[in-house]
């Protein structure tokens, strides 16, 4: 399981140089990026503004779909929570209080290959920007209650079902539960349909251009 997240490390590293190279310095302003591990735990991948937007100096955790490289994944995973070595359960990203993320940059990879990819071997990262808040709404608006879907997920793993509905009638949202990692993450995932909706902008980056997602 370690050498997994190595691997997801090494392969985030590389997608944010392909973000810097092609994505950041031609559409955004005042971009910064963060490489002290302390503060990125905080959920701060980089800081930028987009005039266009109305946005200045926003916070961005860059989330990649790492495992799902070149699967066209239809749905992105939003983690609820997790389990530690000790297994004790901890509130996920999403949910976590003590994040400082603003926005998410959501990323579908396009590459060359599946492991071990490298800055040069990125055909094409599709792009989300949804900013944290609206993504919390949405799944209140759909008529879940964010501190019952908390308590559901501990029946979850007592029954160890991969998939549940939530209760709602949108199929667009439902839980998954990966109990073959070591995490044991219990995430909410998101139909692509749905986050394109909520989102800023819905873009392709490859290294000659960025254009609008279809």
């Known amino acids: 399981m370690e050498s997994f997240r190595r691997r997801d490390m090494n392969v985030e590293r590389e997608i944010s140089i392909f973000l810097d190279r092609y994505f950041y310095t031609k559409a955004a302003k005042e971009f910064q990026r963060i490489n002290d591990l302390e503060t990125q735990l905080k959920g701060i991948d980089c800081t930028a503004s987009f005039p266009k937007l109305g ?5 961005i955790d860059e989330k990649a779909a790492t495992h799902y490289i070149n699967k066209n ?4 995973a939003f983690e609820i929570n997790f ?5 004790n359960e901890h509130i996920g990203w999403l949910l976590d209080s003590q ?4 926005y998410y940059l959501l990323i579908w990879v396009k590459a060359k290959k599946k492991w071990e990819v490298k800055c040069s071997d990125i055909l094409q990262l599709e792009c989300m920007l949804i900013e944290r808040d609206k993504i919390i709404t949405t799944i209140k608006e759909k008529g879940i209650e964010i501190k019952k879907m ?10 160890k079902h991969q998939s549940i509905k939530m209760p709602t009638n949108d199929d667009k949202l439902y839980f998954y539960y990966t109990y073959h990692l070591a995490e044991k993450p219990i995430n909410l ?13 819905h873009i392709l980056v490859t290294p000659q251009k960025i254009s609008l997602a279809k």
């Open 55 to 59: 946005l200045e100096k926003i916070v």
């Open 73 to 76: 994944l239809p749905t992105f």
């Open 83 to 87: 389990l530690d070595k000790k297994g």
């Open 99 to 102: 994040k400082k993320t603003n």
């Open 150 to 159: 908390v308590e559901q997920t501990g029946s979850i793993r007592k029954e």
């Open 189 to 201: 995932i998101i139909r692509k349909e749905l986050l394109k909706e909520i989102s800023l902008f």
